[in-house]
């Protein structure tokens, strides 16, 4: 469960819990395997990423935007000298 977000771990845990609860100890550990299997059958299905993913599409969000922000200032700066 690794690479699953901390929410649908969450998630997760409380669908077990609840089950756990519904059936009989002696069927308990089966439901509890079909369960949390069939739940990472259907979250990896899903658009979503891990924490890890999204941070480093984060730093890599704010370094393309230093290096935008760095572009537009040369520019600024190549079109004020061209105006002289």
Known sequence: ????????????????????AAVP????????????AAIQDVIS????V???ELDIQKAVLAKTRAKVDEMELVIAELERKLEL
Do not use: C, F, H
């Open 1 to 20: 469960m690794n690479d699953i977000p901390n929410a649908a771990a969450d998630i997760i845990q409380r669908i077990m819990l609840t089950a756990k």
């Open 25 to 36: 100890e002696s069927l308990s550990n089966d439901v509890r395997e079909n369960v949390k």
């Open 45 to 48: 299905d899903l658009d979503v």
């Open 50 to 52: 891990t924490r890890e």
